[in-house]
Antibody
């Protein structure tokens, strides 16, 4: 089964960008669909987008359209999530996960806390 | 896409059962049998415990069961144990490669 290891905590200024990485082991990157989910402190889970690396274009949740980009590097088996135009409301823990053929999020990274503060 | 609605909290005594609901619309929960449930302990990543409405991944005890009727899915935890105390979230496929999660339910074991 796949294992997902994410990059460490980030502290960012409002208006800046953050890129979170998620390194996968235990399979070929393009064999999986990857999803990104965020969780603001004390809140629920919020799907941001999903994609199959190197196959087709990512699908982004409407609320993040234009601010988020999902990408991948096949040489390091790493997927990335970049979020631009950060605001305080983007303070959250960001998770990568694999999306199973049964449309569920079956394996999760450990999460990356992102704090947006001036 | 609006979040699926879950009751904020639920509780039960050890050995008893608790049922959590997840209400969506005819465009997500009601349209597809792709409802999943996740358990999340504080400071940890969510863990998949139910998929395709009723199925359990390997290693998940049969104390966890799922069902669906119309636009509402439910998760029942039977034989409550102290380590079942956690947050529970549902998710649903919403078509066109879109997904939606529930607002979450905090389960307390009394």
């Amino acid at each position: 089964q796949v294992q997902l290891v994410q990059s460490g905590p980030e502290v960012k200024k409002p208006g800046s960008s953050v890129r979170v990485s998620c390194q996968a082991s235990g399979g070929t990157l393009s064999s999986y669909t990857f999803g990104w989910v965020r969780q603001a402190p004390g809140h629920g889970l919020d799907w941001m987008g999903s994609f199959i690396p190197f196959f087709g274009t990512p699908n982004y949740a409407q609320k993040f359209q234009g601010r988020v980009t999902l990408s991948a590097d096949k040489y390091t088996s790493t997927v990335y999530m970049e979020l631009r135009g950060l605001r305080s409301e983007d303070t959250a823990t960001y998770y990568c996960a694999t999306v199973g053929v049964t449309r569920d999020f079956d394996f999760w990274g450990q999460g990356t806390p992102v704090t947006v503060s001036s | 896409q609006s979040a699926l609605t879950q009751t904020p909290s639920a509780s039960g005594s050890p050995g008893h059962s608790v049922t959590i609901s997840c209400t969506g619309t005819s465009s997500d929960v009601g349209a597809y049998n792709y409802v999943a449930w996740y358990q999340q302990h504080p400071g940890r990543a969510p863990k998949l415990i139910i998929y395709e409405v009723t199925k359990r991944p390997s290693g998940v005890p049969d104390r966890f069961s799922g069902s669906k009727s119309g636009n509402t899915a439910s998760l029942t935890v039977s034989g409550l144990r102290s380590d079942d105390e956690a947050d529970y979230f549902c998710s649903s496929y919403a078509g066109n490669d879109n997904y939606v999660f529930g607002t979450g339910t905090k389960v307390t074991v009394l």
